[in-house]
């Protein structure tokens, strides 16, 4: 790029003006465009384009149709990570965003020691998923671990909380719960802010409870922050998947795998790039389905632009 | 509503935050004391930094901060120079199929990196670069979210201010370096603290790209140190998660303000 592009469009004609601003519009973004393209948008072409194909021994590859669709579709382990990613989902954000609410209520308040609830509230936010899981397994470890021990108090036997199918998802729903209710929490404080206050003090002196103030005036308002955060927790409920690899693999039984630790698993435990593909193919496009629900929603919005 | 608020909800609140901070002040005092004391909480439990010791003399912890800290430090001066120079083109260059460029862009906000596992594995194997440092951090250089702010940023930089540095001569990568970058200070305080916690806390795809301890970062070092068949002790797994939380956590205690506004930024995007 050289100085000369500053030539006002009254010295050259016009049409090369724009010609060379779109030379220098594209030379500006040739570098994130190499990198956009090798990492992001091949790599989609590819998952789509892997998925129709097997490898065989000999590393040739034979185009094999919708063969791996199918064959997905008559893989329970598939379905089973599908129906967890769901439960995975109803369980941790109704709850987290509730408590986001709640938390950003209070701290919104003028009550004593405030900047120090939002700090206890958002402090596990920062904390690495990897750490976050060593920690919270020590919690569910059987008979040493601290909730066996806590309920060895009052008389209970232990119980493998992560090595029994019926307890291991709600444990790790409490977690992850634990992990985001404070992100979202800064987004309802962000929207609470913003309010009117004479809103709340009208209520007031027309004697509204507080209750009937929140359900008639506050959460309305607070709408378009719960649909976002809403958005938002769906997408991460498809990419946390860190504290598997660490706490239970998927297991026991596949009670508690999700759909990108399946594919994890499949690409490099079972060393089945094509499978896996399919895999892809399928969190793809439930991701683009949540992510035209969230543009098409965040364009109506004012602070989009 | 100030004076409103009910004496049993201040109960609450503080309870919760208590309870919220319970995690985390547990895992400290577990790696502060001995082992006997992980699960008998007492005052006169006696305090030790030997947790701490142990763990980083049966793992090169040392080595997994220092790669850890490339890793940050490198995905950080990408996106910055790659996100400026697009966002730049973006928001002052009028060219054809700009706003076609600008949705494949945004296409990385749905379809991250984190997801395409499979295929960015099989691009750095053609890369030549499995097992490397610059392997973990070229998915994530071109960041999607980096543009889209920093474009918002420069968007709203006068146009007056523009012309005076263009009157003076100034050539765009000048008017860029000498107008529109220090303008866009917070947003790239904002930009950059996000980024850091990010991937200072990734974990997947390095632990995929890396398998030797020469190009692992501390949360997969963590991962491979407390596998349960390493049979380590619970204290020294302990305080070896909290060496590798504690640089973040103690930048965050320092910037409470910045982090929780950066956050905030990031996920209003």
Same mark, same amino acid.
């Given at each position: 790029?050289?100085?000369?592009?500053?030539?006002?469009?009254?010295?050259?004609?016009?049409?090369?003006?724009?010609?060379?601003?779109?030379?220098?519009?594209? *030379?500006?973004?040739?570098?994130?465009?190499?990198?956009?393209?090798?990492?992001?948008?091949?790599?989609? *072409?590819?998952?789509?384009?892997?998925?129709?194909?097997?490898?065989?021994?000999?590393?040739?590859?034979? &185009?094999?149709?919708? #063969?791996?669709?199918?064959?997905?579709?008559?893989?329970?382990?598939?379905?089973?990570?599908?129906?967890?990613?769901?439960?995975?989902?109803?369980?941790?954000?109704?709850?987290?965003?509730?408590?986001?609410?709640?938390?950003?209520?209070?701290?919104?308040?003028?009550?004593? @020691?405030?900047?120090?609830?939002?700090?206890?509230? &958002?402090?596990?936010?920062?904390?690495?998923?990897?750490?976050?899981?060593?920690?919270?397994? &020590?919690?569910?470890?059987?008979?040493? @671990?601290?909730? #066996?021990?806590?309920?060895?108090?009052?008389?209970?036997?232990?119980?493998?909380?992560? @090595?029994?199918?019926?307890?291991?998802?709600?444990?790790?729903?409490?977690?992850?719960?634990?992990?985001?209710?404070?992100?979202?929490?800064?987004?309802?404080?962000?929207? *609470?802010?913003?309010?009117?206050? #004479?809103?709340?003090?009208?209520?007031?002196?027309?004697?509204?409870?507080?209750?009937?103030?929140?359900?008639?005036?506050?959460?309305?308002?607070?709408?378009?922050?719960?649909?976002?955060?809403?958005?938002?927790?769906?997408?991460?409920?498809?990419? *946390?998947?860190?504290?598997?690899?660490?706490?239970?693999?998927? @297991?026991?039984?596949?009670?508690?795998?999700?759909?990108?630790?399946?594919?994890?698993?499949?690409?490099?435990? &079972?060393? #089945?790039?094509?499978?896996?593909?399919?895999?892809?193919?399928?969190?793809?496009?439930?991701?683009?389905?949540?992510?035209?629900?969230?543009?098409?929603?965040?364009?109506?919005?004012?602070?989009?632009? | 509503?100030?004076?409103?608020?009910? +004496?049993?909800?201040?109960?609450?609140?503080?309870?919760?935050?208590?309870?919220?901070?319970?995690?985390?002040? $547990?895992?400290?005092? /577990?790696?502060?004391?001995?082992?006997?004391?992980?699960?008998?909480?007492?005052?006169?439990?006696?305090?030790?930094?030997?947790?701490?010791?142990?763990?980083?003399?049966?793992?090169?912890?040392?080595? $997994?901060?220092?790669?850890?800290?490339?890793?940050?430090?490198?995905?950080?001066?990408?996106?910055?120079?790659?996100?400026?120079?697009?966002?730049?083109?973006?928001?002052?260059?009028?060219?054809?199929?700009?706003?076609?460029?600008?949705?494949?862009?945004?296409?990385?906000?749905?379809?991250? +990196?984190?997801?395409?596992?499979?295929?960015? $594995?099989?691009?750095?194997?053609?890369?030549?670069?499995?097992?490397?440092?610059?392997?973990?951090?070229? +998915? $994530?250089?071109?960041?999607?979210?980096?543009?889209?702010?920093?474009? !918002?940023?420069?968007?709203?930089? +006068?146009?007056?201010?523009?012309?005076?540095?263009?009157?003076?001569?100034?050539?765009?990568?000048?008017?860029?370096?000498?107008?529109?970058?220090?303008?866009?200070?917070?947003?790239?305080?904002?930009?950059?603290?996000? /980024?850091?916690?990010?991937?200072?806390?990734?974990?997947?795809?390095?632990?995929?790209?890396?398998?030797?301890?020469?190009?692992?970062?501390?949360?997969?070092?963590?991962?491979?140190?407390?596998?349960?068949?390493?049979?380590?002790?619970? /204290?020294?797994?302990?305080?070896?998660?909290?060496?590798?939380?504690?640089?973040?956590?103690?930048?965050?205690?320092?910037?409470?303000?910045?982090?929780? !506004?950066?956050?905030?930024?990031?996920?209003?995007?």
């Amino acid at each position: 790029m050289s100085d000369q592009v500053v030539i006002s469009p009254v010295v050259r004609q016009p049409r090369s003006y724009a010609w060379w601003n779109a030379v220098n519009a594209w *030379l500006l973004l040739l570098p994130a465009t190499v990198l956009l393209v090798a990492f992001t948008h091949y790599p989609i *072409l590819a998952t789509i384009r892997h998925s129709f194909f097997i490898m065989r021994r000999n590393g040739t590859e034979v &185009f094999v149709g919708l #063969d791996s669709y199918r064959s997905m579709a008559a893989d329970p382990i598939f379905w089973r990570a599908l129906v967890n990613n769901f439960w995975f989902a109803l369980g941790t954000i109704p709850t987290s965003i509730a408590l986001a609410l709640l938390m950003a209520m209070w701290v919104n308040r003028n009550m004593r @020691g405030r900047g120090f609830l939002r700090l206890a509230y &958002f402090t596990p936010t920062v904390l690495p998923m990897i750490a976050v899981a060593n920690i919270w397994l &020590f919690f569910y470890t059987p008979d040493y @671990g601290l909730l #066996d021990q806590l309920r060895g108090l009052i008389g209970f036997a232990g119980w493998n909380w992560l @090595g029994d199918p019926s307890t291991v998802m709600s444990c790790l729903v409490v977690m992850v719960i634990w992990k985001e209710a404070g992100f979202f929490m800064i987004f309802y404080l962000a929207a *609470l802010q913003q309010l009117s206050p #004479d809103l709340e003090e009208a209520a007031a002196v027309e004697g509204a409870s507080r209750w009937y103030t929140f359900r008639r005036i506050t959460f309305p308002l607070l709408m378009p922050t719960t649909l976002f955060v809403a958005i938002n927790a769906v997408i991460n409920s498809f990419k *946390l998947v860190d504290h598997l690899v660490i706490m239970t693999k998927g @297991g026991p039984n596949n009670a508690s795998t999700l759909l990108l630790y399946y594919i994890y698993e499949v690409a490099f435990t &079972f060393q #089945d790039s094509a499978y896996a593909a399919t895999l892809t193919v399928v969190l793809l496009v439930l991701l683009s389905t949540v992510a035209l629900i969230k543009f098409g929603y965040l364009d109506r919005r004012i602070h989009y632009q | 509503m100030n004076g409103r608020t009910h +004496p049993l909800e201040v109960i609450a609140a503080w309870l919760l935050a208590l309870l919220w901070l319970a995690p985390l002040a $547990y895992a400290f005092w /577990s790696a502060l004391h001995p082992a006997a004391f992980a699960t008998s909480f007492s005052l006169s439990a006696p305090w030790t930094l030997e947790n701490f010791a142990r763990a980083w003399n049966q793992a090169p912890f040392g080595r $997994y901060y220092f790669n850890t800290v490339v890793l940050v430090v490198l995905i950080l001066i990408g996106q910055l120079v790659l996100s400026t120079l697009a966002a730049y083109a973006f928001a002052r260059f009028k060219f054809k199929g700009s706003g076609i460029a600008f949705a494949l862009v945004l296409l990385q906000l749905m379809i991250m +990196p984190d997801v395409l596992i499979v295929e960015n $594995y099989r691009m750095i194997g053609t890369l030549g670069l499995l097992d490397t440092i610059p392997a973990i951090a070229l +998915p $994530y250089l071109a960041s999607a979210f980096g543009i889209f702010l920093l474009r !918002q940023t420069f968007k709203s930089v +006068p146009q007056e201010l523009v012309e005076a540095a263009r009157v003076e001569g100034a050539g765009p990568l000048e008017i860029l370096w000498r107008v529109y970058v220090p303008l866009a200070r917070p947003t790239y305080v904002a930009f950059g603290l996000v /980024s850091v916690s990010y991937h200072w806390n990734n974990f997947l795809w390095p632990l995929i790209v890396t398998n030797s301890v020469e190009a692992r970062p501390l949360t997969v070092g963590l991962a491979v140190f407390g596998a349960p068949e390493t049979g380590v002790d619970w /204290s020294i797994i302990t305080a070896a998660t909290v060496m590798t939380m504690a640089p973040l956590l103690f930048a965050f205690l320092l910037f409470q303000r910045q982090f929780v !506004q950066s956050f905030m930024r990031a996920g209003i995007r």
